[in-house]
């Protein structure tokens, strides 16, 4: 699985002229899910975005040393199969990515899994394979890449803190 995540200002998705989920501050993320992702990649990534520093501290003055749950923040979540995409020649091709009658329930469990980590009424989607405009407003710009693929993956990262 690989996630893009955008601290923004700001960010919304429109299907056909009408905006369907918007947030505040806080974090948009674009998902991209590879046809061998498991449930233990979804576990990762969720875990990793919600426990990114991307925010500083208002009280210490700290730069990177806040999380977007501890910020109150929203997170807004895209799919987004082009994640996955390899140019053979100058034409791009989704082979690895996941297909999308596997893909749309697999991506709905890691929306819900955002929303059982964190606070559902924070979580926002996109509609999954909608044609969609996503509207962001970068703030830093700050944009960091995850792969649950990494093979670092299960030796440090098993416990977050603070």
């Given at each position: 699985?690989?996630?893009?995540?955008?601290?923004?200002?700001?960010?919304?998705?429109?299907?056909?002229?009408?905006?369907?989920?918007?947030?505040?501050?806080?974090?948009?993320?674009?998902?991209?899910?590879?046809?061998?992702?498991?449930?233990?990649?979804?576990?990762?990534?969720?875990?990793?975005?919600?426990?990114?520093?991307?925010?500083?501290?208002?009280?210490?003055?700290?730069?990177?040393?806040?999380?977007?749950?501890?910020?109150?923040?929203?997170?807004?979540?895209?799919?987004?199969?082009?994640?996955?995409?390899?140019?053979k020649g100058n034409k791009p091709d989704f082979h690895v990515a996941m297909s999308p009658e596997k893909a749309k329930p697999f991506y709905a469990s890691i929306v819900d899994k955002f929303r059982r980590s964190y606070n559902p009424d924070a979580v926002k989607d996109g509609i999954f394979g909608a044609m969609?405009?996503?509207?962001?407003?970068?703030?830093?710009?700050?944009?960091?890449?995850?792969?649950?693929?990494?093979?670092?993956?299960?030796?440090?990262?098993?416990?977050?803190?603070?």
């Amino acid at each position: 699985m690989r996630a893009v995540v955008q601290r923004v200002a700001c960010a919304s998705v429109e299907v056909e002229g009408r905006i369907v989920s918007e947030i505040g501050p806080g974090l948009l993320v674009l998902v991209g899910l590879h046809e061998s992702d498991v449930d233990s990649d979804a576990d990762y990534i969720c875990r990793k975005v919600l426990n990114m520093r991307l925010f500083p501290n208002d009280k210490s003055g700290k730069n990177w040393d806040q999380n977007v749950m501890q910020k109150n923040y929203g997170v807004l979540l895209v799919s987004q199969f082009t994640l996955y995409g390899i140019l053979k020649g100058n034409k791009p091709d989704f082979h690895v990515a996941m297909s999308p009658e596997k893909a749309k329930p697999f991506y709905a469990s890691i929306v819900d899994k955002f929303r059982r980590s964190y606070n559902p009424d924070a979580v926002k989607d996109g509609i999954f394979g909608a044609m969609m405009k996503v509207n962001l407003v970068n703030d830093g710009p700050v944009t960091m890449q995850l792969d649950s693929s990494q093979p670092s993956r299960n030796t440090n990262d098993a416990v977050e803190g603070p």
